[in-house]
């Protein structure tokens, strides 16, 4: 075990971007539902959507999820078994 703690990790760290991005995102999706309440018309399916997006809770989970796959599963951190 202290070895585990001590050695190397073969585990490359995510880019700043991803790591920006995923800051970021949501942030960015309650950033685009506002803008969309500003500019659609009240009944526009795309409004519909975004302010789903956009609410803070949901926008939070799709942040977390991101977050798991790219620091996670991508970042090679977790590994599948089958």
Same mark, same amino acid.
Request: with cysteine; net charge negative; proline share 7%.
């Given at each position: 075990?202290?070895?585990? +703690?001590? $050695?190397? &990790? ?11 991005l995923? %800051?970021?995102?949501p942030?960015?999706l309650m950033l685009?539902a ?5 500019? +659609?018309? $009240?009944q &526009?399916?795309?409004l519909v959507?975004?302010?789903?997006l956009?609410?803070?809770a %949901?926008a939070l ?7 798991s796959y790219?620091f996670g599963?991508?970042?090679?951190s977790?590994?599948?078994s089958?």
């Amino acid at each position: 075990m202290a070895d585990q +703690l001590t $050695g190397e &990790s073969a585990v490359e760290p995510p880019g700043f971007g991803i790591a920006v991005l995923t %800051i970021l995102l949501p942030v960015i999706l309650m950033l685009l539902a506002s803008a969309c309440e500003l500019a +659609l018309p $009240g009944q &526009s399916p795309l409004l519909v959507v975004s302010s789903f997006l956009g609410h803070p809770a %949901i926008a939070l989970l799709i942040a977390v999820l991101f977050a798991s796959y790219t620091f996670g599963f991508a970042g090679g951190s977790i590994a599948i078994s089958s």
